[in-house]
T-cell receptor
Framework: AQSVTQPDIHITVSEGASLELRCNYSYGATPYLFWYVQSPGQGLQLLLKYFSGDTLVQGIKGFEAEFKRSQSSFNLRKPSVHWSDAAEYFCAVGKPNTGTASKLTFGTGTRLQVTL | DGGITQSPKYLFRKEGQNVTLSCEQNLNHDAMYWYRQDPGQGLRLIYYSQIVNDFQKGDIAEGYSVSREKKESFPLTVTSAQKNPTAFYLC????????????FGPGTRLTVL
């Protein structure tokens, strides 16, 4: 079964600083990979996704992520963080189509705090 | 606007009562999902449905039930058999069973007193 690890429970960065959130997955083949963001008390919004092709993926709100097969990682980055980026971030893994339902496995999340 | 609606936003129930959470989507998506979210545990899949009148158990289905009588609706019932029902519940949908991207509703916070 696939699994997702987000090793950082809580990260604090200063506004304007760069950000990297870590995500490692365990799966026998190349999975579908996602990053979602959640503001307090809200649903999840998709930031970006990787299915195949270029391993550097651009998303919304200035975020990007890089798929590294050798490290089984899909880390999320942003060059300059804004105060509005404070939220919880979830990495998720999905199996490529096997004819069954689209089931995602989520990491436990990383809470980002931004100081002014 | 297309999207997923969940109602109510907050729900309070007494212990031992069944409660039904609503989820409606107008995205014309085939698949729908219910997740439970607890602090520090991420999202855990309760039930999912690929098509009308069909649904499967997820990882934590005990104490929950669902129905899928219409494509746009996927209500979740939290029964009295659920030992710890207080949580944040999220509904999601995806375009087809073969496509993994999921879209989420705003969630319902259930508190059992």
């Amino acid at each position: 079964a696939q699994s997702v690890t987000q090793p950082d429970i809580h990260i604090t960065v200063s506004e304007g600083a760069s950000l990297e959130l870590r995500c490692n997955y365990s799966y026998g083949a190349t999975p579908y990979l996602f990053w979602y963001v959640q503001s307090p008390g809200q649903g999840l919004q998709l930031l970006l996704k990787y299915f195949s092709g270029d391993t550097l993926v651009q998303g919304i709100k200035g975020f990007e992520a890089e798929f590294k097969r050798s490290q089984s990682s899909f880390n999320l980055r942003k060059p300059s963080v804004h105060w509005s980026d404070a939220a919880e971030y979830f990495c998720a893994v999905g199996k490529p189509n096997t004819g069954t339902a689209s089931k995602l496995t989520f990491g436990t999340g990383t809470r980002l705090q931004v100081t002014l | 606007d297309g999207g997923i609606t969940q109602s109510p936003k907050y729900l309070f129930r007494k212990e031992g009562q069944n409660v039904t959470l609503s989820c409606e989507q107008n995205l014309n998506h085939d698949a729908m999902y219910w997740y439970r979210q607890d602090p520090g545990q991420g999202l855990r899949l309760i039930y999912y449905s690929q098509i009308v009148n069909d649904f499967q158990k997820g990882d934590i289905a005990e104490g929950y039930s669902v129905s899928r009588e219409k494509k746009e609706s996927f209500p979740l019932t939290v029964t009295s058999a659920q030992k710890n029902p207080t949580a944040f519940y999220l509904c999601a949908s995806s375009p087809s069973r073969s496509y993994n991207e999921q879209f989420f509703g705003p969630g319902t916070r259930l508190t059992v007193l």
